[in-house]
């Protein structure tokens, strides 16, 4: 990730929460006798098991962050990196620890990956992120489908275009993410008297959203060449005020960065229809 956030490449500098050991060890993922969690909806279930993987937990990672101070010049276009550091490092916490919990059950891999935000009565500069999914494994067991580092993917993606994205001879690497926080510039009472009943286009307003958004889908596509993947799917850039004012907003990229697999691990296109044999009277 370019400028910002490094606590997804090390595990070490995050504190560990132990609330979650005694709900996992009593999961599918670790105890043979043990119960599965998961967020799918019964045809996601039904479909990801034709697609050979079977889900072992429903995973979570969160981070409770405060976020620092930093103003803007009133009259110019700028990123606020203090702000798009917090918003990165924050995301990042809660999707360690969800990946942390996905490994703890021998996952390969998450499916139906959320990063939510949410504030509590705290104070306006205290913002929680959470990471959930579904740990699932390929019944295979050969770790085919691990990301690159040997450690298990995450997606966004539905367990319908999580098949058909195997079918098609690929598997997710990772939810990749770019963000960038960004003052647009006020405009000058002499600007805003000036096209007062006119049709004109406010070009540092345009200009502003155009930088910002062009930070956040080169942070996200840097992400996924560090990944080692091919290419990004299901790509959506979302736009949030948060918390502080109407001209500091957040660009957020997001996508699940995809890589190719060997023939031997391609899906059919479509499912087998299950094969009846009818036996006749002699």
């Not at 929460?17 to 996601?44: N, Q």
């Not at 098991?49 to 276009?77: C, D, K």
């Amino acid at each position: 990730m370019p400028l910002f956030g490094n606590s997804r490449a090390d595990p070490g500098t995050t504190w560990e929460p132990k609330a979650a050991d005694t709900r996992l060890a009593h999961t599918a993922g670790v105890d043979p006798a043990g119960i599965f969690s998961s967020d799918l909806s019964v045809s996601e279930y039904v479909l990801l098991g034709e697609a050979g993987f079977e889900p072992l937990g429903f995973v979570v990672g969160s981070s409770i962050y405060h976020v620092g101070l930093q103003v803007g010049r009133w009259s110019q276009n700028q990123e606020l990196q203090v702000l798009t550091q917090a918003m990165y490092n924050a995301r990042e916490l809660a999707m360690l620890r969800m990946r942390v919990e996905a490994t703890h059950l021998g996952a390969d891999g998450i499916v139906g990956v959320q990063v939510k935000m949410q504030m509590y009565a705290w104070g306006q500069d205290v913002l929680e992120f959470v990471a959930t999914g579904t740990a699932v494994k390929a019944t295979a067991g050969n770790g085919a489908h691990r990301a690159p580092d040997g450690q298990a993917f995450t997606s966004d993606l539905s367990a319908q275009d999580f098949f058909r994205l195997l079918a098609a001879g690929a598997v997710p690497v990772a939810f990749v993410l770019g963000t960038c926080v960004y003052h647009i510039a006020h405009q000058s009472a002499m600007q805003a008297l000036r096209q007062t009943g006119q049709n004109q286009e406010m070009v540092q307003f345009t200009q502003g959203v155009y930088d910002a958004r062009e930070l956040a889908l080169s942070r996200m596509q840097a992400e996924a060449a560090a990944a080692k993947a091919s290419g990004i799917v299901g790509v959506s850039i979302d736009v949030s005020n948060h918390v502080w004012g109407e001209h500091a907003t957040e660009f957020l990229a997001t996508g699940t960065a995809v890589r190719h697999l060997s023939e031997e691990h391609r899906l059919p296109a479509t499912p087998p229809k299950p094969t009846f044999t009818l036996g006749l009277d002699s």
